[in-house]
Each structure stands twice: as C-alpha cells, then as structure tokens.
C-alpha cells in the first residue's frame, strides 16, 4: 500500500538556523508530491507541489524541496528560518493514475523556531 | 471571504450521539472531500464527492454518512458516536477530481466524545 513517511516528528531550530525536513514514499509508480503546512490555529495550506519537470520545486516564503525518484524522497527545506515559521509541516503524495485525486499523508513534523 | 468553512469548530457530545458537521466552499469547486486526523496528527481521507456524486469512501464505519446537497456543501453525519471517533475533521474541496490538482482545507472541526 501507498505510505508516506517523516521522519522527524519534532524539529527545535533557533532562528537563522537551516531547515531540512524529510519524506519518503513507497510507491513505484508516477506520483504527484506536496508540502502542507498548518500554522497554529490555521487551516491547512499548500506550501509547494511536484507534478513534472524540474526536480527543485520552489514554493512560498522561501520554501523549495528536491524531488528525487531513486530514492523516493522529496525533503523540504529552507536555509534560514524564522520564527514565523513554527507550524506543523505535512508531506502528501497523490498518484497522478488513480483517475480521482486521493491525498496520503505523511504524519507530520512539528517544527519549533526560537527566536 | 473564507474559501471553505466548517461549523461548528469545537463539538463536544456524549457517546451514542448523533451529530452532524457542516462544510461549505465557495471557491467554485466541483470536489469536495473529509478527512479524520487523529490525536497523532495523522491525517486519513474518508470520503470525496464530485459534483455531489460520491468518488472515494475509504473503510470508514458506515455510521458515518456524508451527504452533498449541492456542488458547494459537503456534510457529516455521525451516528452513535464512539469514544475513537474524537479527532479534527477537516473539509477540504479542489477545482475537479482529477490528480494533482491543490486541494483547500477548512479550519477543522475538533470533535470529542466523552
């Protein structure tokens, strides 16, 4: 079955410092691969996407992550975080021959930025 | 202008209940979805409609009954709640059913049964 996994379930970073969040997925097949992110008390919200293309994918606020097929992996990352930025972050992957699109969650990584 | 809505945010009932969660969008949308997270943050679809025809209804407890009177609502029923059915559902809707396409959350109802 289609799974999603992070690695990291609680991520302390003081500001400035680098970010690298993990996912991997096991699924053989074409897959489209996002990051959502949920602030304290917010709704859920859509921080980038890989459909095709480009492995490095950039998306909001300074966020980018690498899609790399041979390992199933498609980490977030940020090079200078800020306080701000303290939220829980969320891998979904979506396979792109379902016909209908179903989300699989990863289990998501709570990241806590001291200013 | 909130693009999807839940009501209520915070429901708190007793076992054996029956209670109902609403979501409306209105972005457009012709999909709409529900997922359950639970206290470990992990995040399941249940069910998806599109164009108030159901597409997607995961291994979810059939007291659990979504009803999609139009395009824009997409509503929960629950009977006979039980102690595991405490969670946050969130509501979600994207433009179609087709994949890859972003999907928008609502703010989450917390849901607690006692």
């Known amino acids: 079955a289609q799974s999603v996994s992070q690695h990291n379930h609680h991520v302390i970073l003081s500001e400035a410092a680098s970010l690298e969040l993990g996912c991997n997925y096991s699924y053989g097949g074409t897959v489209n691969l996002f990051w959502y992110v949920q602030y304290p008390g917010q709704h859920l919200q859509l921080l980038l996407k890989?459909?095709?293309?480009?492995?490095l994918v950039k998306g909001i606020k300074g966020f980018e992550a690498e899609f790399i097929k041979s390992k199933f992996s498609f980490n977030l990352r940020k090079p200078s975080v800020q306080w701000s930025d303290t939220a829980e972050y969320f891998c979904?992957?979506?396979?792109?021959?379902?016909?209908?699109?179903?989300?699989?969650f990863g289990t998501g990584t709570r990241l806590l930025v001291s200013p | 202008d909130t693009a999807v809505s839940q009501t209520p945010k915070y429901l708190v009932t007793q076992m054996g209940n029956d209670k109902s969660i609403k979501c409306e969008q209105n972005?457009?949308?012709?999909?709409m979805y529900w997922y359950k997270q639970d206290s470990k943050k992990f995040l399941k679809i249940m069910f998806s409609?599109?164009?108030?025809?159901?597409?997607i209804n995961e291994t979810v407890p059939n007291r659990f009954s979504p009803k999609s009177p139009d395009k824009a609502h997409l509503n929960l029923h629950i009977n006979s709640l039980e102690l595991g059915d405490s969670a946050v559902y969130f509501c979600a809707s994207s433009q179609d059913s087709a994949s890859g396409i972003e999907q928008y959350f609502g703010p989450g109802t917390r849901l607690t049964v006692t």
């Open positions: 409609y599109n164009n108030k025809e159901l597409i």
């Open positions: 972005l457009g949308h012709d999909t």
């Open positions: 890989y459909f095709s293309g480009d492995p």
């Open positions: 979904a992957v979506n396979l792109s021959n379902t016909g209908f699109q179903k989300l699989v």
